[in-house]
């Protein structure tokens, strides 16, 4: 342990279990003094007793919901020095089964719970003129793409959008905002929903042979989450073994 977050507070937003669960641990070992916030009161509480933290129940789509989770971190901590917004879903669905409502939901937690962390992080982050606001991004979207994710790729490539729009509006608050765009990460839901059909697949077509871990991603949060990046604003970083790399699909080059 470096304590690299010694005394930062950080809310993770999406931290029951995956990828934010893998930056809570992460931020933890390097000192940071979490709060966790999710819509799965069971995993969430049981991942925040796991690390001895605070928890809320949270819908991140609600702006009420996201103001008390920053509420929770002001009167449990006294500050707010980093959000991570990583709470997202990923139906697979194409888009000519996708009803308005399918459309409405993804919107509303990956890109309007973008927006509701953001705001709800803001107020205590201006008053302090510091603050680090990072989120989940991904390299569908932005990059990338398959069927079935037509309106998970818009969000994904709307919150690099976003991230831009208030790293500018922010940059005179000393309030820094980033993203990270992993690629292909195995975690829980990903083995129960994609399969490992799914994953054979991936293997085959990512460089390094191997699909990224949560804890792979959550050492590019922890990079910008930490002093190392006070310059950095207005950009993602992309964790994914090299995997938007291949021109074609016979990449492996034989031995000599
Ligand atoms: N796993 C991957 O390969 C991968 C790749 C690129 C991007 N991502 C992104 O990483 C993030 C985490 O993905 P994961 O694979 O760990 O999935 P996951 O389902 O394990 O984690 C998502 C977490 O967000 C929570 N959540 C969902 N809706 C919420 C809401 N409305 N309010 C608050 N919390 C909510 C879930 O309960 C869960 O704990 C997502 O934003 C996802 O889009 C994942």
Redesign the pocket.
């Known amino acids: 342990m470096t304590e690299r977050l010694k005394d930062k507070v950080a809310l993770i937003?999406?931290?029951?279990?995956?990828?934010?669960?893998?930056i809570a641990l992460r931020f933890a070992e390097e000192g940071a003094r979490l709060v966790l916030?999710?819509?799965?009161a069971e995993?969430?509480q049981a991942t925040a007793d796991e690390l001895g933290v605070p928890f809320i129940g949270?819908?991140?789509?609600?702006m009420a919901?996201a103001e008390a989770a920053v509420t929770l971190a002001l009167t449990h901590h006294g500050r707010l020095d980093i959000i991570v917004q990583?709470?997202?879903?990923?139906p697979w669905q194409l888009i000519e089964n996708t009803s308005t409502d399918d459309w409405d939901r993804v919107m509303?937690?990956?890109l309007r719970?973008t927006f509701n962390a953001t705001r709800a992080a803001l107020v205590p982050m201006k008053a302090q003129r510091s603050g680090r606001m990072l989120y989940?991004?991904?390299?569908?979207g932005p990059h990338v793409t398959s069927p079935g994710h037509g309106h998970?790729s818009a969000?994904?490539a709307g919150i690099n959008g976003f991230i831009r729009a208030a790293a500018l509006e922010f940059s005179g608050y000393g309030i820094t905002v980033n993203g990270v765009?992993?690629?292909?990460?195995?975690?829980?839901?990903?083995q129960q929903h994609r399969g490992a059909a799914y994953i054979k697949n991936m293997e085959d077509s990512i460089p390094l042979g191997r699909?990224?871990s949560?804890r792979d991603?959550a050492n590019a949060f922890l990079f910008l989450a930490s002093d190392d990046a006070s310059y950095i604003t207005g950009t993602t970083i992309v964790v994914d073994g090299g995997q938007l790399l291949p021109e074609g699909k016979d990449f492996r080059m034989a031995p000599p």
């Open positions: 937003v999406g931290g029951a279990r995956g990828i934010g669960k893998g916030a999710d819509s799965e995993a969430g949270t819908d991140i789509s609600q919901d990583n709470a997202g879903v990923y509303a937690v990956n719970g989940t991004s991904s390299i569908t998970y969000t994904k765009e992993p690629g292909n990460i195995l975690t829980e839901a990903i699909l990224g949560p991603v």
